[in-house]
């Protein structure tokens, strides 16, 4: 089982960044899959979710409306599209594979339910 994020960038405020997380070694369509985030000093918090049709996504309150999170089951991959990036955004970014909530019309942004994790990949804004 792997989930590989890439996309790792030094941007400027303002700016845009895609990152992907491309699975392998299991059953993707049967999963749900979120991204996390954490920052230096800080715990590893939810920043988007999405069922495993691309029919439902949720978004941290810190992200509505900048970051957009989409899948390509074909291609056993999840993508996270970050525009207008802050300072605050800054952090390593993991993405995770859930199945408990995949037949439930649902998405979790919660770090206990997943079943897998992938490495992280490091998204700087310098302030």
């Known amino acids: 089982v792997q989930l590989q994020a890439s996309g790792e960038g030094l941007v400027q405020t303002g700016d845009s960044l895609r990152l992907s997380c491309a699975a392998s070694?299991?059953?993707?369509?049967?999963?749900?899959i979120s991204w996390f985030r954490q920052a230096p000093g800080k715990e590893r918090e939810g920043v988007s979710c999405?069922?495993?049709?691309?029919?439902?996504?949720y978004y941290a309150e810190s992200v509505e409306g900048r970051f957009t999170i989409s899948r390509d089951n074909a291609k056993n991959t999840v993508y996270l599209q970050m525009n207008s990036l802050k300072p605050e955004d800054t952090a390593v970014y993991y993405c995770?594979?859930?199945?408990?909530?995949?037949?439930?019309?649902?998405?979790?942004?919660?770090?206990?339910?997943?079943?897998?994790w992938g490495k992280g990949t490091l998204v700087t804004v310098p302030a």
């Open positions: 999405i069922g495993r049709a691309d029919d439902i996504s």
């Open positions: 995770a594979a859930d199945r408990k909530n995949a037949y439930r019309a649902t998405c979790s942004m919660r770090t206990y339910l997943m079943d897998y």
């Open positions: 070694g299991f059953t993707f369509h049967y999963y749900t």
